[in-house]
T-cell receptor
């Protein structure tokens, strides 16, 4: 069964460093997303991406964040200069069309020290 | 701004019982609503998607209902099993965004 895959599963980085989280969405999907979940809190929307551009972003997704689909299969989230409060589980998701079922990856746990 | 509340926050029931999880949301202008399960520290597994035009959706032992006008959804789990133990999240969707509740942590006692 097709699935969204994320790498790495866990990343530890020093404050101020740049990190790139990687995702391979399901192959025929057109809409891509990043969400995050701070430990013990709700899952929060960060950004949606369609047709090679951001279609919606939350207040959390400030200038420190960027997304890219560098080729036909990968979808990345970059955090330019990490802060302690960026520590969270980051989930990638994809869906085949608008208002269809969203499929999530297993997440990347980011720890900023 | 959409606010999603799930009640109860935690629930423990003996194996074999039927149970209902509740979700309420403040903005009824949604396109659909999706239910997920999350095992501790793991990813989100999609269980059911209900479109805004539907009243309910079934998958195996799971049945989800949606009353969009009153901002409510329920997830019914029949004949619960220990493997159903997880946190269940509801997420109404509008535009390209899902808004998640805090979840119901379900424990099925063998």
């Amino acid at each position: 069964e097709p699935e969204v895959t994320q790498t790495p599963s866990h990343q530890v980085t020093q404050m101020g460093q740049e990190v790139i989280l990687r995702c391979v969405p399901i192959s025929n999907h057109l809409y891509f997303y990043w969400y995050r979940q701070i430990l013990g809190q709700k899952v929060e929307f960060l950004v949606s991406f369609y047709n090679n551009e951001i279609s919606e972003k939350s207040e959390i997704f400030d200038d420190q964040f960027s997304v890219e689909r560098p080729d036909g299969s990968n979808f990345t989230l970059k955090i330019r200069s990490t802060k302690l409060e960026d520590s969270a589980m980051y989930f990638c998701a994809s869906r085949p069309g608008t208002a269809t079922e969203a499929f999530f990856g297993q997440g990347t746990r980011l720890t900023v020290v | 701004k959409q606010e999603v509340t799930q009640i109860p926050a935690a629930l423990s029931v003996p194996e074999g019982e039927n149970l209902v999880l509740n979700c309420s949301f403040t903005d009824s202008a949604i396109y659909n609503l999706q239910w997920f399960r999350q095992d501790h520290g793991k990813g989100l597994t999609s269980l059911l998607l209900i479109q805004s035009s539907q009243r309910e959706q079934t998958s195996g032992r799971l049945n989800a209902s949606l009353d969009k006008s009153s901002g409510r959804s329920t997830l019914y789990i029949a004949a619960s099993q220990p493997g159903d133990s997880a946190t269940y999240l509801c997420a109404p969707g509008r535009n390209e965004k899902l808004t998640f509740g805090t979840g119901t942590r379900l424990t099925i006692i063998p």
